[in-house]
């Protein structure tokens, strides 16, 4: 193994060992209560050119929420931008003053009171982001923005308050009026009626979910949600991204909401950003949540050049803020955390056009494609490289599984409560689910947000009752392993009990954190084997990639949730919980098709002895 190797394989755990921290405990961190930034803020993207030429004046419109409102002023541009801004009501900008020193010290930020029917000027440097924001008061609800990109480039943006949603409904819990509560027998049905901690809607009943296992499949949903047809198959083959895309047939949007891990400037992303961008000019609110620190250098560019050019496209790249943490370990953390939570949605003003996708996909080739596209025509777009595994260059075909449904009234309420995500600060996190239909008796679904450090790590509460609950059979598909304490301990229950436990994971991670990653799931599967049936996933050409739980053949979870302590502790995660035996045996027949494409494990397995030292200690395990 070469030092070059060596280096990326252990660049997180040396992290870790630096930082000489162990468990944080379930409430370190900011608690839900503590006012802190936005981990993802609202942000205007300002570039040289300014909003498409094609946008008619009214659509040349930016949306904020908050009060306070807090708007970052973001330049795109390689030159210098100078801006005038002006407000209906109380405003203030504040922007970096001067620089203490010459040493690299932070800037000085000044405060500037932005009068009502006046204007405060100041300059944006070229590809300046993150120190220079807007905040509107309460009394102002529209704001205009004129840049100058030079002596002949001059264009104005209008910032409008977006009215507030309607207020939230108070939480149907089980035995509320309406809706059925749960059979005093039934533990599943009250595991699934149960309230939480953890942000869920009420349940829900969308009916029969469409099961989206075929990565090629998913991007033709997502696709023919935006455009109203599938896209040829011709177009798809050849990686043309400029190929004419048919919108004769498209739907009228309200909204698109999207969020993932990484949405790449790929084939995949500059085809979905120009229907982004169709719908944008045509007055859709479009939503897209990443994570900051996982964008390449092209991702970013691509992105928010798409921001600047559609201002009805808000882009939120999620990155924890440094204050409110305490030491070496918020300040690791806040670079380590990253949004997982993965959703398709579109609300259409048309019936049974609206779609709701859950599941565990990013937005990128790998997740639909058996191949990269040749996108050399194209270089402000990502080439991969199959032969690279150590950079984001690297090229894998995942195998993942989504669920989409169109059911109006579900759909409505599935997107009411993903934008309780897109729009809070972190004391918003927690707060109760959209108001929904209640589930059928015996049957529901019902969508959660994760978001631990401001939750109490709610979601290890409902993982650990999921498999406290199991009593004849426990079915998990997950790609990362690596149990917190609480849920170990809750399989092994599991385990004494008698419960048939099922396992398809993988033991090869193609990822630039392969080395480590698949060294815990080694030593996983090592520990394991003597006690469940766990099998190593190894289809040619495809890594297993999707997250599933299914308790006794009946209650299911489909999510972005990895078994490991990252998912349960840092990242922000999603999904559906459903009570459905149809369901089950729906989502039962999917892992059995996995379990044809691998291998049961038994015995030892090939580990490195230094990570076989070193990984399971609690100061490194924490951070996967």
Not at 90 to 112: E, F, I, K, Q
Not at 342 to 361: H, N, Y
Not at 392 to 407: G, I, K, Q, S
């Amino acid at each position: 193994m070469g030092p070059s190797v060596m280096r990326q394989g252990f660049a997180a755990v040396l992290l870790a060992v630096l930082a000489g921290c162990g468990d944080p405990g379930p409430n370190a961190g900011p608690r839900a209560d503590r006012a802190v930034p936005d981990p993802a803020p609202s942000v205007l993207y300002l570039g040289r050119y300014g909003p498409a030429p094609s946008l008619l004046p009214s659509l040349a419109q930016f949306r904020f929420q908050g009060d306070p409102a807090r708007i970052t002023l973001s330049s795109v541009s390689s030159q210098r931008l100078l801006l005038d801004v002006s407000c209906n009501g109380a405003a203030a900008v504040t922007a970096p003053d001067v620089l203490l020193g010459a040493g690299g010290d932070p800037p000085v930020h000044s405060r500037r009171i932005v009068p009502q029917g006046g204007a405060v000027s100041l300059t944006l440097g070229p590809g300046q982001q993150r120190d220079v924001w807007l905040q509107p008061a309460s009394t102002s609800d529209r704001c205009t923005v004129q840049v100058s990109a030079g002596p002949t480039r001059q264009y104005a943006i209008t910032l409008l308050r977006a009215p507030a949603g309607p207020p939230p409904a108070a939480p149907r819990r089980a035995g509320a009026a309406g809706c059925p509560g749960p059979a005093a027998a039934d533990a599943l049905s009250a595991l699934f009626h149960a309230p939480r901690a953890l942000s869920m809607t009420a349940p829900l009943y969308p009916g029969p979910a469409r099961i989206l296992s075929d990565g090629r499949d998913a991007f033709q949903a997502r696709v023919q949600a935006l455009t109203g047809a599938r896209m040829p198959d011709a177009v798809i083959d050849n990686g043309n991204i400029e190929a004419p895309i048919d919108f004769s047939n498209a739907p009228a949007l309200d909204a698109i909401l999207i969020s993932a891990l990484q949405m790449r400037a790929d084939f995949t992303g500059a085809m979905l950003g120009r229907m982004l961008a169709w719908h944008a000019a045509r007055g859709t609110r479009v939503q897209i949540m990443l994570t900051d620190s996982l964008l390449t250098r092209r991702d970013r560019r691509f992105f928010q050049a798409l921001a600047a050019r559609h201002p009805g496209i808000e882009l939120r790249l999620y990155r924890l803020p440094p204050e409110g943490g305490g030491g070496a370990l918020w300040h690791v953390d806040r670079l380590h955390r990253a949004n997982h939570v993965k959703i398709f949605a579109t609300l259409a003003q048309q019936s049974g056009r609206s779609v709701f996708m859950v599941g565990g996909r990013n937005f990128h080739d790998g997740f639909a494609f058996d191949s990269p596209r040749d996108l050399s025509s194209w270089p402000f777009l990502q080439q991969y490289d199959p032969d690279q595994r150590f950079s984001f260059a690297f090229f894998a075909v995942y195998r993942d599984l989504e669920l989409a449904w169109d059911n109006d009234e579900a759909v409505r309420a599935l997107v009411g409560h993903a934008e309780t995500f897109f729009h809070r600060g972190h004391r918003a996190t927690a707060t109760p689910g959209a108001p929904a239909a209640c589930g059928r008796a015996g049957r529901g679904v019902r969508h959660f947000i994760s978001v631990p450090h401001a939750d109490g790590r709610a979601l290890e509460a409902l993982y650990v009752a999921l498999f406290d609950a199991a009593q004849h059979r426990l079915d998990l598909v997950s790609p990362f392993l690596n149990l917190p304490p609480l849920l170990q301990a809750a399989l092994e229950r599991a385990q004494a009990r008698g419960v048939d436990i099922r396992l398809l994971t993988r033991t090869r991670v193609p990822e630039p954190a392969g080395i480590a990653v698949a060294s815990y799931n080694r030593l996983f599967a090592e520990e394991q084997a003597g006690r469940m049936r766990v099998f190593d996933h190894r289809h040619a050409g495809q890594t297993l990639h999707s997250k599933v739980v299914i308790v006794d053949g009946r209650l299911s979870v489909v999510s972005s949730t990895n078994l490991n302590q990252r998912s349960f502790w840092h990242d922000t995660e999603n999904g559906v919980l459903i009570l459905d035996s149809a369901e089950a045996r729906r989502l039962t027949a999917l892992l059995d098709r996995y379990e044809q494409d691998s291998e049961r494990q038994q015995g030892a397995q090939r580990v490195v002895p230094l990570l076989r030292w070193l990984l399971p200690l609690s100061v490194v395990r924490r951070f996967f």
